[in-house]
C-alpha cells in the first residue's frame, strides 16, 4: 500500500488559515484539536478543514505547500472556493 500525502488548509476560530502537510488528513486535523499540531493552531483553534489536495509524492505536496503558503490570504480563499479546488492539476 502506497503512502498518501496531502496539502491541507485549515479555518481557525479567527478566521484564520493555516496550510500544512500530511499523509493523513483527518489524523493530522484532531492533532491540531488536541493542542498537539502545530504551534499555530495551540493558538488559534482549527474549525474546519476547508482544503486538501492529494499527490503522488511527499516532494509534489510540499512544493505546493511551499506556494500556497505564499498566496495572499484572497489568492488562498480563490483556490478554496475554485471549482476543482486543486492548486494545480494532481494525475492522482
Known amino acids: 500500500m502506497e503512502k498518501k500525502h496531502f496539502v491541507y488548509i485549515l479555518l481557525t476560530e479567527r478566521d484564520t488559515l493555516y496550510c500544512g502537510y500530511t499523509d493523513n ?18 493558538a488559534n483553534k482549527p474549525v474546519k478543514i476547508v ?33 476543482q479546488n486543486q492548486l494545480v492539476q494532481s494525475p492522482v
Open 25 to 42: 488528513v483527518e489524523k493530522r486535523f484532531q492533532a491540531h484539536l488536541e493542542g498537539k499540531g502545530a504551534k499555530y493552531t495551540r
Open 51 to 83: 482544503f486538501q489536495q492529494e499527490f503522488l509524492s511527499k516532494h509534489e505536496a510540499l512544493q505546493a505547500e511551499y506556494r500556497i503558503k505564499k498566496l495572499t490570504r484572497n489568492k488562498k480563499l480563490n483556490l478554496i472556493k475554485s471549482p
